[in-house]
């Protein structure tokens, strides 16, 4: 929110030499961040200077509408002569009066303007557009002085545009509502420098009458709890907005429009009340305020067509829908400038959810929209419409009504109990309770201790001590964010000063380390990490449409999936079953971005719906819940098994001078994943690889893994449809493995190395086709005994000679005993005893024998 301090200064009798560093300090203490505090008095240096257009000259076979300019500066260019100046704009006509600036001034940004040729004529000089001046965003046009500025040509435009103020930039907090407008920023700084507040809304406004001023109809008083609405007839349609009221809304970055839409828009920045004026003659028959019918469509004043939903809140006339409530307002009602003639002003209460959704579904960020979200004081409303009613009639003329709509179902605010020792308890400071009753009555609560006022002397029994006080502490209709006792011990600490606050460390508890699930993570983490894969962290938040892109069957498990209440985007709106979708897109991200051999993993939660789990109980924050209540919110939490998942794309080993590259393929997937069970702890011995069929794998380069006969993951190459869908590379292959699917791992002691010389020896076994080799190493392992230190997979041969359906597997074995040297003898006994088994086992034969 960007506002000028001399706006400020109408509300809050800041210090005069209020030095901006002063003011910058005293917002961030308050909580309040700056983005920037700026004084425009220095942001343009040189000649700004008011003109006044002479003539104008269209310029034609250019790409764009060009204009040559005559513009009388006076004798502030030294000649008295009119100022040529080439500019590109068309919102001027000949005799406006505009903002210009001479050679050899310096606009904000180091831009420095002198005098050259261009379109075939000599320019001196620029006439200037509130963006070009740092005043604001809009570009679309520049400056044009109201007929009520008294400058002449020549004159300083500084203090004609407000560029002798100084203008604050903040970045307003969610839970800070209050803060969106001049009220609730002067009520802030009159807590900081402790001056006196002038509260804009606290100013006598007529109450509702029983004729109503336009005939509305609420039917949902929950979606708006309140409506208020006047009309004000015979307003002149050419009036134009004062240039104060448009300085400041240019200022604030809002363009300003006409007459009675600045009106409202500056009501929304002094009071924080978002307003919306209706031409009462384009509105056909009595307003209703209800929920949308799905498929009902808007055409809102950004000239967009708008699909709503049932969760829409819009105000209709007997045509349909003609705004979309708190957000945007619809083009047949829109006031139309030079043609409006009678207004209808409507002030209401919106809940602040139904417009966050409302906002983020459309995509429609309204300045209106971010401050209902935020909460508004639903006690302003009346205040509101009779500041927007006294200012049309005022610069506008027009004849307001007698009549005032006010139908009102604002519920009153709730009392919170707080205990008086609480924010000393809670933050380790000494608070007296008076202190503490001060601060939030300096904030605007009411509070009373029991059905009593508080005493106020202050050293009253248990007052002073507040051992046992308890406060009745009723926030303020402006404050919506204060609903438990830890938000008024925070508005305690905040007012008292952050600074006061001592930073001291808590003194850690012993502990017994990381636990054995912690251990566990990491190590698989260090694992992926050793053999070159990159870890990455991938939003668990996907699309419905993963499903069907994962090729996953409709009786899949992992189809159900957990939808958020309050999704980041309405794109992504569920919690993820698996890994693999997120992960893949980090991929497909990244190749996106040029890289071409990857090699990912992400460790994390998935999430798993409890079948009818219902609603979690209300708890709230001023106790423990029971174990109860835990249990009944336990019961709804949706299952979160940590998983572990890689994918590979391109080449796994680099090609270079040395030779050519490797391309990842499905044994790397499988690999990884017996690489994580071994850093998970899990011996090779229980580990089972076997072929499987499994979306989104491919269902002949799919492995399953078992441990202990129970199924942990899947690894291999992933389905070419899947791969298709998702643009990825072909031959993209990928694992996924449920970490706490494992069993505890079994303590062991550290093993023993031998010091003797190992007997290596080779063997290659001929075997079907369809035998796995996993069986042939488990059957070698089998029948070589406990002289067999490891057998490894060296290569894989078929040919006509082994005969159709069959292949050769070789095995690297390698033999050891732990108190001798093997003979030779020995070594080749233990080789024909696992080549025995295997024979015995899969029908396998010496290759060549």
Same mark, same amino acid.
């Given at each position: ?177 209050? *803060? ?11 807590? *900081? ?155 209401? =209460? ?8 409302? *906002?983020?579904? =459309? ?291 680099? *090609? ?194």
């Amino acid at each position: 929110m960007r506002v000028s301090v001399s706006w400020l200064r109408e509300y809050v009798d800041l210090p005069a030499d209020l030095p901006t560093g002063d003011l910058e300090q005293a917002l961030v203490d308050l909580g309040i961040e700056v983005e920037s505090v700026v004084d425009l008095a220095e942001s343009v240096t040189g000649q700004l200077v008011v003109g006044e257009v002479r003539e104008i000259e269209e310029l034609t076979g250019f790409k764009k509408p060009i204009r040559f300019c005559r513009v009388d500066v006076g004798d502030a260019n030294g000649t008295g002569e009119p100022q040529e100046i080439v500019c590109g704009a068309r919102n001027f006509a000949v005799g406006d009066r505009v903002v210009v600036i001479l050679p050899g001034g310096v606009l904000p940004g180091g831009f420095a303007i002198g005098a050259r040729k261009t379109y075939g004529h000599n320019s001196a000089g620029m006439i200037c557009s509130a963006k070009e001046l740092g005043l604001g965003d809009d570009h679309s046009g520049i400056i044009v002085l109201g007929p009520d500025v008294t400058a002449k040509p020549g004159d300083d435009a500084r203090p004609v545009v407000g560029l002798d103020d100084v203008v604050l930039d903040l970045e307003i907090t969610p839970d800070r509502g209050y *803060a969106l407008s001049l009220r609730g920023l002067a009520r802030e700084l009159s807590h *900081a420098f402790e001056v006196p507040l002038r509260d804009p809304a606290l100013v006598p406004a007529p109450r509702g009458t029983e004729t109503p001023a336009y005939p509305v109809e609420v039917r949902d008083t929950v979606g708006c709890d309140r409506f208020t609405a006047r009309l004000v007839r015979g307003v002149d349609p050419s009036a134009p907005t004062p240039s104060w009221m448009a300085q400041r809304l240019v200022t604030a970055g809002i363009r300003s429009i006409s007459l009675p839409v600045d009106i409202t828009n500056y009501v929304m920045l002094e009071l924080g009340q978002p307003m919306h004026a209706f031409d009462a003659d384009r509105i056909s028959g009595p307003l209703v305020v209800r929920r949308a019918e799905a498929g009902e469509k808007l055409t809102t004043l950004d000239g967009v067509s708008r699909v709503l939903t049932a969760d829409d809140m819009v105000i209709c006339d007997d045509t349909g829908p003609i705004s979309l409530a708190a957000v945007m307002g619809g083009e047949t009602s829109e006031v139309d400038t030079g043609v409006t003639t009678n207004v209808l002003f409507e002030a209401a =209460h919106w809940d602040p959810a139904m417009v966050g959704r409302t *906002a983020r579904r =459309h995509k429609l960020f309204s300045e209106a929209a971010k401050r209902w979200e935020r909460g508004v004081d639903p006690a302003v409303a009346l205040v509101a419409l009779e500041r927007a009613v006294g200012l049309l009639t005022e610069h506008g003329g027009g004849t307001p009504s007698a009549e005032i709509l006010d139908i009102d179902h604002v519920r009153p605010r709730t009392p919170i109990s707080l205990p008086a020792d609480l924010p000393t308890r809670r933050i380790g400071v000494e608070y007296p309770p008076a202190r503490v009753v001060a601060l939030l009555e300096e904030v605007g609560c009411t509070v009373a201790q029991g059905s009593d006022r508080l005493s106020e002397d202050p050293g009253a029994v248990g007052v002073a001590s507040g051992v046992g006080t308890t406060l009745s502490v009723t926030p303020p209709t402006w404050r919506p964010d204060l609903t438990d006792p830890a938000d008024l011990v925070e508005e305690v600490v905040r007012l008292d000063g952050y600074d006061k606050v001592p930073s001291v460390l808590p003194t850690a508890p012993p502990g017994n380390g990381l636990t054995l699930r912690q251990r566990r993570r990491r190590a698989v983490a260090d694992s992926l990490a050793e053999r070159g894969y990159v870890a990455v962290l991938a939003h668990p938040f996907v699309s419905p449409e993963l499903a069907d892109q994962l090729g996953l069957p409709a009786d899949d498990a992992r189809r159900p999936a957990v939808r958020l209440a309050n999704p980041l985007s309405e794109e992504e709106p569920l919690l993820r079953t698996t890994l693999l979708g997120p992960l893949l897109g980090v991929l497909k991200r990244n190749l996106g971005r040029g890289l071409r051999d990857l090699a990912l993993y992400e460790i994390g939660a998935v999430f798993h719906p409890r079948a009818g789990a219902g609603s979690p109980p209300s708890m709230g924050v001023d106790r423990r819940p029971t174990d109860e209540e835990f249990a009944a919110a336990d019961a709804v939490v949706p299952a979160q098994p940590v998983h572990v998942a890689v994918v590979l794309s391109g080449d796994l080993d680099p *090609a270079g001078w040395w030779g050519a590259g490797r391309p990842a393929g499905w044994a790397d997937a499988i690999e990884a994943a017996r690489d994580v069970l071994a850093a998970a702890g899990i011996p090779d011995e229980r580990v089972e690889v076997r072929a499987a069929e499994y979306a989104p794998w491919h269902p002949g380069r799919c492995a399953e893994l078992l441990v202990d006969g129970t199924v942990v993951g899947h690894a291999g190459e992933l389905h070419p449809v899947v791969v298709g869908t998702l643009e990825l590379p072909r031959r993209t292959c990928a694992m996924e493995l449920n970490l706490d699917a494992l069993p505890a791992a079994p303590v062991t002691s550290a093993p023993t190395v031998s010091g003797f010389p190992p007997a290596l020896i080779d063997v290659a076994l001929v075997v079907d086709e369809s035998v796995p080799a996993e069986q042939v190493r488990r059957a070698l392992e089998a029948g070589a005994g406990e002289l067999l230190e490891d057998v490894r997979l060296f290569d894989v041969y078929s040919s006509a000679q082994l005969g159709e359906g069959r292949r050769s597997l070789a095995y690297k074995l390698t033999f050891r005993a732990p108190d001798r040297t093997l003979t030779g003898e020995e070594a080749l006994a233990a080789r024909d005893a696992a080549v025995a088994v295997a024979a015995e086992r899969l029908g396998a034969t010496l290759r060549g024998a």
